[in-house]
């Protein structure tokens, strides 16, 4: 590790040690020329960063420090434990059923509210998040500083979870049915009863048989 990603982390150990504010912020501008991937980490990471950790990662120049101050700090483990199927989609930033928590704050950043919930015998985490779409229909998360909230349109997205994964994703207006798409786990097979054994005809057990008749 060379000595500029060495001061920087020791920097980092200072802050995360000081502060207990999680979710940083950045402007998207201050990192129109990097490169397509170290951009898509700075939105991955975001969640977990500070604002000063986040502002020490921005200041940062090329890929290999980048990467050398996400791991530093502890955070490379979260890109590493991403499911492999699921990795296409975090790079895109799509929420897609099948991820977990981790997965989608790395979409769409920690949300403005969970919501736990008991519904059909199940416990289930509802994770509130607000968009934008603009007059070309294009759609993005509103931020607490959005320069463009009040000329767009504003609405909620629900991410439903069950046992740590998503199951749904819908807008608000539109869960009428969401439960219906609720894994229901594979129930055992019943166990069949054994046919009760036919009763004896009424008056079978006194009557005497013909060969007894006979030897009498």
Request: aromatic share 10%; glycine share 6%; hydrophobic share 35%.
């Amino acid at each position: 590790m060379n000595a500029r990603i060495a001061a920087v982390c020791a920097v980092t150990l200072g802050l995360l040690l000081s502060s207990v504010a999680f979710g940083a912020d950045y402007n998207p501008r201050k990192i129109k020329k990097w490169p397509d991937a170290d951009k898509m980490l700075a939105r991955v990471f975001d969640s977990w960063m500070t604002q000063e950790e986040m502002d020490i990662f921005l200041g940062l120049e090329s890929t290999e420090e980048r990467e050398g101050f996400l791991k530093e700090a502890g955070y490379w483990h979260l890109w590493e434990d991403i499911e492999d199927e699921m990795r296409p989609n975090v790079i895109a930033g799509e929420v897609v059923r099948g991820m977990n928590k981790d997965e989608v704050f790395m979409c769409w950043d920690k949300p403005a509210k969970i919501r736990k919930d008991f519904k059909k015998e199940a416990y289930i985490d509802v994770l509130n998040y607000e968009f934008e779409r603009d007059r070309k229909g294009k759609e993005f998360l509103l931020k607490d500083n959005s320069q463009t909230a009040y000329k767009n349109e504003i609405f909620t997205r629900y991410v439903y979870m069950h046992n740590g994964l998503v199951f749904s994703i819908v807008n608000a207006g539109e869960e009428e049915n969401v439960m219906d798409e609720l894994p229901v786990e594979d129930a055992p097979e019943p166990t069949p009863e054994p046919e009760p054994e036919p009763e004896p005809e009424e008056g079978a057990e006194d009557s005497e048989s013909p060969a007894d008749d006979a030897s009498e």
